[in-house]
């Protein structure tokens, strides 16, 4: 059975830092990531890592946030640094695995910014 387990979110003063973790079980993902999603507004990509390390961000947490992955530990982590109030919104992790095609999520953790 396929698992995404996030931990790590919080409330956090703007200019602040956090790290999420999402550790996965039962299966092998090629692209692992982190999605966010505001109240009232679609989810969207923050940052995504292939097993060999490439990485892409969204434009708005360039030069803030880092993705990093273990696949020893098949664990993916998303340090947010320099965190804006417009950060705040609940965080999903997912990963991906294209054959035989598999797209999972976890729960969700909220990240609050705020003063």
């Known amino acids: 059975q396929v698992q995404l387990v996030e931990s790590g979110g919080g409330l956090v003063q703007p200019g602040g830092s956090l790290r999420l973790s999402c550790a996965a079980s039962g299966s092998i993902f090629s692209i692992m990531g982190w999605y966010r999603q505001a109240p009232g507004k679609q989810r969207e990509l923050v940052a995504a890592?292939?097993?060999?390390?490439?990485?892409n961000y969204a434009d708005s947490v360039k030069g803030r946030f880092t993705i990093s992955r273990d696949n020893a530990k098949n664990t993916v982590y998303l340090q947010m640094n320099h965190l804006k109030p417009e950060d705040t919104a609940v965080y999903y992790c997912?990963?991906?695995?294209?054959?035989?095609?598999?797209?999972?999520w976890g729960q969700g953790t909220q990240v609050s910014v705020s003063s």
């Open positions: 890592i292939t097993r060999g390390g490439t990485t």
């Open positions: 997912n990963a991906h695995r294209p054959f035989p095609s598999l797209d999972s």
